[in-house]
């Protein structure tokens, strides 16, 4: 069983920045591959970056590649998402999930945390 909480979302002006955290507790940690999804309104759930426990291999969609960066802090058991250069297509609730696969599908994560809102004003 792995939790995962979310937090860091808020507003932001165009061009802005914010960083998202996600702790986690629970067991088998180190087998994890930790990624984070976004939903907009209307829209599917979609694929945004993910990283791997044990040997910190990212990888990111096309739409963030060179603006967001998803890093980990083994001591504090928490998955960051530094997004820079925000544009209003970037306005979602952000989601991170835990799972065993490298995969950028969502039905390949087990876990998922609650979600956190992440407005980019134009």
């Known amino acids: 069983q792995v939790q995962l909480v979310e937090s860091g979302g808020g507003l932001v002006q165009t061009g802005g920045s914010l960083r998202l955290s996600c702790a986690a507790s629970?067991?088998?940690?180190?087998?994890?591959?930790f990624g984070w999804f976004r939903q907009a309104p209307g829209k599917e759930r979609e694929f945004v970056a993910r990283?791997?426990?044990?040997?910190?291999?990212?990888y990111y969609a096309d739409s963030v590649k060179g603006r967001f960066t998803i890093s980990k802090d083994n001591a504090k058991n928490t998955v960051y998402l530094q997004m820079n250069s925000l544009k209003p297509e970037d306005t979602a609730v952000y989601y991170c999930?835990?799972?065993?696969?490298?995969?950028?599908?969502?039905?390949?994560?087990?876990?998922w945390g609650q979600g956190t809102q992440v407005t980019v004003s134009s």
């Open positions: 999930a835990a799972g065993t696969s490298f995969s950028t599908a969502s039905t390949s994560y087990n876990y």
């Open positions: 629970g067991r088998t940690l180190s087998e994890r591959v």
């Open positions: 990283v791997n426990w044990n040997y910190c291999i990212t």
